[in-house]
């Protein structure tokens, strides 16, 4: 199995993880207007990533000058061996061509990230393996449907700049969740360049 494959694993198990707990409840006004917020995600994930022996770190500061100060979603971090594995995440809910945008800037972000430089931030010798996770949520199949097979739609707008984007990815999938009203979690896993 590749590295690649050991976080959509991770993130398989985080997105059933989601789908039992909204069995047992729907945390969302509306189901027939409103969908997840993407933060259901993130947290699943991040409790996967713990029982995985990742430490998680939500929001995560993003120490960027050149780019302004930021944060991303979730960056989990594990040490095995002589390996530090490194996960970025952004989510978001994709119901717009704005929120195509965002992911394209989150997708950015991602590849621009800084560590907070402190002491314990030392490689110490090891090999450093990072990764991007773009997330999002839909109640839309169109959505789903065009980040499956993604096609020219806005003549290189939020849209077309978000196809770029997903298509440069190791693995992309997606899992829809049959509840209330049926969600779609769509994902990116990228292998990133380490500095």
């Not at 707990?21 to 994930?45: C, F, R």
């Not at 990742?54 to 000058?65: G, L």
């Not at 800037?105 to 490689?123: A, T, Y």
């Not at 839909?138 to 978000?162: F, R």
Request: proline residues 3%; glycine residues 4%.
């Amino acid at each position: 199995m590749s590295d690649l494959q050991e976080v959509e694993k991770l993130l398989m198990a985080a997105i059933q993880s989601l789908e039992e707990g909204l069995e047992e409840y729907w945390p969302v006004i509306n189901p027939d207007k409103n969908g997840l917020q993407e933060a259901n995600l993130t947290t699943h994930l991040a409790h996967q990533a713990l029982i995985s022996g990742f430490y998680a770190y939500p929001q995560a500061s993003n120490a960027n000058i050149q780019t302004g100060h930021s944060r991303v979603d979730l960056l989990l971090l594990r040490k095995a061996k002589k390996t530090k594995i490194i996960v970025f995440v952004e989510a978001k809910k994709l119901f717009s061509s704005e929120k195509a945008l965002e992911l394209v800037s989150d997708f950015e972000k991602i590849c621009r990230f800084h560590f907070v430089q402190d002491r314990l931030q030392q490689d110490d010798g090891l090999d450093v393996i990072k990764y991007g996770v773009l997330l999002a949520i839909t109640t839309s199949s169109a959505n789903k449907e065009w980040w499956d097979h993604p096609y020219d739609w806005d003549s290189g707008a939020s849209w077309d700049k978000l196809k770029g984007v997903i298509e440069s990815a190791g693995i992309r999938s997606s899992v829809t969740l049959p509840v209330r009203r049926n969600q779609h979690v769509l994902y990116a896993i990228y292998e990133l360049p380490t500095r």
